[in-house]
C-alpha cells in the first residue's frame, strides 16, 4: 500500500464549477500537508501549506485536513481554464516528504 | 535568484555516459532535495542534504547515482553509466527548515538516455 494516495483522473469540469480534489494517507505520523499545482513540463507550484487538521483558505483555493479520517482535500471555487494542471498532495512527518501521484484537471472553457 | 534553479533543463546522452545535473537552491534554504518524477508520477524522493551533509540518501536507486553539496548551497547530482531506464525529469527543491517546512521545486532538468 502506498503511503499517499491520489484518484489519477482525469477530472473534467466546465468552467466556473467547484473542484473538489483528494488524497487518503495511511501514516498517522504527517502533520504537514501540502498542494501543489504542476503545469506540462514544468515544476510543481506551491499552492496551499497546512499544518494538522483544520482550513485554510487563499483566495480561490480552500484545502481540508482531517486527521482522524486521514483525509486531505482542496477545493478550488470558480475554476477557469487556467486551472487545468495536474494536482499534487504531498505530506511529511518529521523525516520526509510523500507525494501522491497527482489528478491531473481539464477546465474546459 | 528567487527560486530554485536547475541546469540543464534537457539532457540527452547515450547509454553507458556519465551526466551531472546541477540545482542552485533558494538562497539561505539549508534543506535541499532532488525527486525523480515519471510521466504520470508523483515525485520520487532520491536523496535529502541539510547543509553539507546527506541526511538521508535511502532514495538513491543503486551505486551509480551520487549528489553532491560540498558548500551547502549548490548540489550536483551524478550518475554514471546511464541505462535507458534512467530516463525521466529530475528535480530539485529547497526548503528553508527541512521536513516542517515549505518545500519549492525548480523546473526539472529531463534527462533522455537513448
Known amino acids: 500500500q502506498k503511503e499517499v494516495e491520489q484518484d489519477p483522473g482525469p477530472l473534467s469540469v466546465p468552467e466556473g464549477a467547484i473542484v473538489s480534489l483528494n488524497c487518503t494517507y495511511s501514516?498517522?505520523?504527517?502533520?504537514?500537508f501540502m498542494w501543489y499545482r504542476q503545469y506540462s513540463r514544468k515544476g510543481p507550484e506551491l499552492l496551499m501549506y497546512?499544518?494538522?487538521?483544520g482550513n485554510k483558505e487563499d483566495g480561490r483555493f480552500t484545502a481540508q485536513v482531517d486527521k482522524s479520517s486521514k483525509y486531505i482535500s482542496l477545493f478550488i471555487r470558480d475554476s477557469q481554464p487556467s486551472d487545468s494542471a495536474t494536482y499534487l498532495c504531498?505530506?511529511?512527518?518529521?523525516?520526509?516528504?510523500?507525494f501522491g501521484s497527482g489528478t491531473k484537471l481539464n477546465v474546459k472553457p | 535568484g528567487a527560486g530554485v534553479s536547475q541546469t540543464p533543463s534537457n539532457k540527452v546522452t547515450e547509454k553507458g555516459k556519465y551526466v551531472e545535473l546541477r540545482c542552485d537552491p533558494i538562497?539561505?534554504?539549508?534543506?535541499l532535495y532532488w525527486y525523480r518524477q515519471s510521466l504520470g508520477q508523483g515525485p520520487e524522493f532520491l536523496i535529502y542534504?541539510?547543509?553539507?551533509?546527506?541526511?538521508?540518501d535511502s532514495g538513491l536507486p543503486n551505486d551509480r547515482f551520487f549528489a553532491v553539496r560540498p558548500e551547502g548551497s549548490v548540489s550536483t547530482l551524478k550518475i554514471q553509466r546511464t541505462e535507458r531506464g534512467d530516463s525521466a525529469v529530475y528535480l530539485c527543491?529547497?526548503?528553508?527548515?527541512?521536513?516542517?517546512?515549505?518545500?519549492?521545486f525548480g523546473e526539472g532538468s529531463r534527462l533522455t538516455v537513448l
Open positions: 501514516n498517522s505520523a504527517f502533520q504537514y
Open positions: 542534504f541539510q547543509g553539507t551533509g546527506a541526511a538521508d
Open positions: 497546512t499544518y494538522s487538521s
Open positions: 538562497s539561505g534554504h539549508t534543506a
Open positions: 527543491a529547497s526548503s528553508l527548515t527541512g521536513t516542517t517546512g515549505e518545500l519549492f
Open positions: 504531498a505530506m511529511s512527518d518529521f523525516n520526509k516528504f510523500y
